[in-house]
């Protein structure tokens, strides 16, 4: 009996006899919405348990011999398909004109609807089957030498009035694909460069008439994680009675995004400056937008993670409890104003 007794005294939970207990409407009203938040906080505490959240580490990038996939997608609203091409060229010497690999282009009206696609532009192959260009400077000082020497065939003059009509009729284009190249500092373009010069003059009658307005819906360096964001998406530049070169300088950062599954995707992220320089009707170059990037030697990897057990449970504890100690000093609370403000009255009557 000296034990059970012992036992007894340390019980920290003393129950009362039931005659002993006051049940009220106060003590009611405070235990529903001690309840109702309780419940809530209990939610509250489970999602942020199950939600995970990143941790950012940085290391040199040793990364050696892989391609950098480039995802574009643009609108060029004011030039048809068949003028545009998409160069690349980078710091190893490859240069690469009207790429067409996984390169799409859509035909718009001056509505921005699809009316067709194309996958390469007719004029550009063949102008290029004649001419090639090494840099644009060289391009645009070379051709009018060749087109002197060849000239143009009917098929070449009859797709020059197709492109003419198609600029009175307001088509545009929309490109988009992905571009495989090295993984160098470089460059890739959308222009009239295709274009030898002399088929260039015929139908913009010069270069401060090629409207190179664009929206870019999408560009990015591999694929999207959760929380990326890509700051060139959604980009509009329209321009109005004049033209010129786009420039957007890009710092790529390489990312590897480790999931909680221990999953690992590897993608780029990036920032970007931007720079637009006018031209006039006497400049020698022709307007174009171009990304030219460069790669940090800093590779960043993202870990998703996910917090203990322990860690919920004590803050599980902490908030459930401490509501239900409030809860209980606002009830003891409640119950003493309400006795004060009855007593007086029974004594009056």
């Keep these: 009996m000296g034990v059970k007794q012992t036992i007894k005294r340390l019980d920290a939970f003393p129950r009362a006899e039931e005659h002993l207990l006051q049940k009220t409407q106060s003590g009611a009203l405070v235990s529903i919405i001690s309840l109702v938040i309780m419940a809530t906080l209990f939610l509250h505490e489970l999602t942020y348990y199950l939600t995970t959240y990143t941790v950012h580490q940085m290391s040199v990038d040793l990364k ?11 609108t060029f609203p004011s030039l048809p398909c068949d003028v545009l091409s998409v160069d690349a060229i980078d710091l190893s010497g ?5 790429l067409d690999t996984n390169i799409w282009k859509l035909r718009l009206n001056s509505y921005g609807h699809i009316i067709g696609t194309e996958y390469l532009s007719d004029l550009v192959e063949k102008e290029h089957a004649a001419h090639k260009h090494d840099d644009d400077k060289d391009h645009h000082e070379d051709s009018d030498t060749n087109l002197h020497a060849h000239g143009f065939d009917q098929a070449a003059e009859s797709m020059i009035k197709k492109v003419k009509q198609a600029l009175a009729n307001g088509e545009g284009c929309r490109v988009y694909g992905v571009l495989d190249v090295q993984r160098v500092a470089g460059n890739f373009h959308v222009s009239v460069h295709g274009l030898n010069i002399l ?28 929380g990326l964001h890509n700051p060139l998406d959604g980009t509009t530049r329209i321009l109005h009675d004049t033209s010129g070169v786009f420039k957007y300088y890009i710092k790529i950062v390489p990312t590897e995004y480790r999931y909680i599954s221990k999953e690992v995707l590897p993608t780029n992220q990036f920032s970007v400056t931007e720079y637009f320089s006018p031209i006039s009707e006497f400049d020698k170059k022709w307007p174009a937008v171009y990304f030219l990037y460069d ?55």
């Design 295 to 349: 790669l940090s030697p800093i590779t960043v990897a993202i870990k998703e993670e996910r917090r203990s057990f322990l860690h919920f449970i004590t803050r599980l504890c902490a908030v459930l409890g401490g509501t239900f100690a409030l809860s209980g000093m606002l009830d003891r609370w409640m119950f003493r104003l309400l006795e004060v403000l009855t007593k007086p009255k029974s004594r009056f009557w």
């Design 64 to 74: 050696r011999g892989e391609t950098l996939p480039i995802h574009i997608n643009m």
């Design 94 to 98: 490859k240069h690469e004109v009207d």
């Design 199 to 226: 088929a260039a003059q015929m139908i913009f009658e010069g270069a401060a008439h090629v409207n190179v307005s664009h929206i870019i819906h999408d560009l990015s360096f591999g694929p999207k994680y959760p």
